[in-house]
């Protein structure tokens, strides 16, 4: 692989959501305090939706990461149960005993009685639930239920929905309306600028190990931003895949044809139109003239 080529670490753009990588964009941190406001302030239902690709499941973990030790989590990753199997992954997840042997109305009332015991504790329990868009009808009318749970002061669950932009459609039919109704705080990830893509992906290199000059110039850039829509994990696949051309080429830098290469290899990117080329050959040139004329103007009338 191109680690030792490059003098990396590790490897920069693996599909893995990892928190180490974790950039700190605006977008996403602002999420994050988003998400870290409203469980402080004891919401009952938070939604986060976004793209495909957009960066849900990396925020979640990194919610789980940073939560203040004095809520306990109850973390499910893959939410496509019916109303049975989810309550009792959410038993499992908050450690009530033996829920396996109990049928559904004892299951409740156990998870109830658990709840109520971490809140005598000084604990705020929180359900996280990422790719929520997959949850049965029936298993989303089973989370809102179990929101009903209270004290005089506050819920004894937490809901923090992540999903793509389908769970917003279906929350939005009329049978969920009492769902909708709940959520107080959400937030709606988008695809990242130009500036931002190019800030994620030299990050990701420098977390990786690398030292040297910029790898990815700001023409390279452009171009994996045109292709990727601003995505960032379909971002990472073609960086991973202009290093393997450039390692396999022998060489320690990147170019255009590595782009178009990695572009054409990739069945979701897209080559930019001969239109959006036009502008950014324009800008180039346009740039490059700026410069020049800087440049003189300092010899011309030096300070």
Request: net charge neutral; proline share 5%; with cysteine.
């Amino acid at each position: 692989m191109y680690l030792y080529h490059f003098g990396l670490t590790e490897l920069p753009f693996t599909l893995t959501p990892n928190t180490s990588f974790y950039c700190g964009l605006k977008m996403h941190d602002e999420a994050l305090q988003v998400l870290l406001a409203a469980l402080k302030t004891g919401e009952g239902f938070i939604k986060v939706t976004g793209e495909v690709g957009t960066g849900k499941t990396l925020l979640c973990r990194k919610l789980l990461n940073d939560i203040p030790d004095h809520f306990i989590t109850a973390y499910i990753p893959n939410p496509y149960l019916p109303p049975a199997e989810l309550r009792h992954a959410i038993a499992d997840e908050l450690g009530v005993p033996a829920h396996d042997e109990q049928d559904q109305h004892r299951l409740v009332r156990a998870i109830e009685k658990r709840l109520v015991e971490l809140n005598q504790q000084g604990r705020s329990v929180v359900l996280i639930i990422d790719e929520a868009q997959a949850l049965p009808t029936e298993s989303l009318e089973a989370l809102r239920l179990l929101s009903n749970l209270e004290t005089e002061k506050r819920k004894l669950l937490q809901l923090v929905m992540f999903g793509q932009p389908e769970l917003d459609e279906r929350l939005a039919t009329r049978e969920l309306r009492q769902l909708r109704q709940r959520i107080s705080f959400s937030y709606q990830l988008r695809p990242l600028t130009g500036p931002e893509l190019g800030r994620y992906v030299n990050h990701r290199v420098q977390i990786a190990g690398y030292k040297g000059s910029a790898l990815f110039t700001p023409e390279i850039i452009w171009w994996i931003h045109q292709a990727s829509r601003g995505v960032p994990r379909l971002a990472n696949v073609l960086c991973h895949k202009m290093l393997l051309l450039a390692y396999g080429s022998g060489r320690h830098h990147l170019t255009v044809a590595d782009a178009r290469l990695a572009i054409q290899d990739t069945e979701d990117a897209q080559l930019p139109k001969r239109r959006e080329l036009w502008w950014f050959l324009i800008g180039m040139i346009a740039a490059t003239v700026l410069a020049i004329v800087l440049m003189y103007a300092l010899e011309l009338f030096p300070a």
